[in-house]
């Protein structure tokens, strides 16, 4: 056994073993190679943007002190070049010289310096013969010793650089953001998102409130829930689905405005669309409708394009220029399904006929789905997958549409839009149901549902009926997915825009 290995070090890879060598060494010589805290004056983003017009060969008398992760080294004799990369990945180089850093320090960072460690350094301004900005050190600390290697890099075909499997992207979003310029942008493309999505709810006076994730009943969507326990008080709950029926009970209290932006958790399927733990974002309005609704959701995405990329004409993923800008056009579900088959589909329409329907175009139809839910399939199929401009799609069946008031000119339907960018539903909005009598029926409806086996329908919430008999204002109410908003604007999937994506455990 290597005399330096540690018991039980024995099935460690061995570049691991070689790193926990350098650390103790490190530390003999009197290092910490963790130090709790370093010298820092500069960041690299500050030292590239303020001295971007060195000229080659030119040192400036200009000291900095900064640290950063080591992307590149290559020690060459009485030199060494290594490159420092910041958060962001923006990185500069750092000449090391025999003049500057003597001897014993050159030897130790060529001996202890491997790539992923985190160093500081302390120098003077200047640039290479060859006109690359650098920092000339006069002195070098381990800032933090990493023990594992970096994944090694690539340049694929496209010239795009790469390093990881798109699971172990997934699964290691750390070293996903160390080693991929888009991944670290996403990072702070979502933060500006959510800044914009927040300063638009308060240019227009939505306050914000939190509701529990934690809940004895699940309703407000029609989803399957994750179930819980409490030790404390020996009861199931259930993880929130969503947060419309807290947050109508702010409106109930007198929050004519109110918005959160939260987790929700479903308990469905996992894919390039949907992830078991989401974050949305819903709001009420008293004396609102779906109408205003669907002007609110056009301000929240078309500002934040703006605020994110300065237009609403974005860049796709696969370079497509997708416009986002522009009145969002509207179109009716049962009109189009209806002119898309090319016979006329009504609330009347037979079950008889809907199935016979989507047994022609293989859609599965559930013993339990109501026809509202079939008619809604085959929609989808056939019309809502193949939209690619930003469609409002309007007024849905009342049996799929628990929560939303009845149409006033459209007997059997409610008013009810989706919102389809690119084919995929990003959001949903109503004109609120706001008769306590009717809502009473609907959710007793929806657990004769449960019963009868719709893993979906939602469950008879008496505190939130209470709540409506004390007077709901008519209002419209709104959700939509951040995940999915993310899509629209940058073309990919629904586990590149969570920066920590739920996955399947891995197989140990």
Known sequence: MNRNMQSGEEDIPEQIQVRKAKRLRLMERGHDPYPAELPITSTIQEVRAKYSDVAPGEELPDEVALAGRVMFM???????????????GTRLQIIFSLTNVGKEELDNLKADVDLGDQIFVSGHIGASQRGELSVFAHSWHMASKSLRPLPKTFTDADGNESSLNEETRIRRRHLDLITRQSARDMVRIRAALMRSLRRTFESQDYIEVETPILQTLHGGAAARPFTTHINAYDEDLYLRIATELYLKRSVVGGVDKVYEIGKNFRNEGADSSHSPEFTALEAYQAYGTYDTMAQLAQDLVQNAARDIFGTTSVTLADGSVYELGGEWAQLDLYGSLSEKLGEEITVDTPRERLEKIAQQHDIGVKDYAVNGKIVEDIWEELVGNHLYAPTFV???????????????????????????????????????????????????????????????????????IEAMEYGFPPSGGIGMGIDRILMAMTGLGIRETITFPFVKPAQK
């Open 74 to 88: 290559r020690p060459s004799g009485k030199i060494a070049f290594v490159v420092l990369q910041a958060g962001d």
């Open 394 to 464: 309007r007024d849905f069946p009342e049996d799929t549409s628990p929560l939303t008031r009845y149409h006033r000119s459209k007997p059997g339907l409610t008013e009810k839009w989706d919102l389809y960018i690119r084919g995929v539903e990003t959001g949903t909005a109503y004109s609120e149901l706001a008769d306590p009598v009717v809502q009473r029926e609907r959710l007793t409806q929806q657990s004769l549902d449960a019963a009868n086996g719709d893993p979906e329908a939602m469950q008879l919430d008496e505190e939130f």
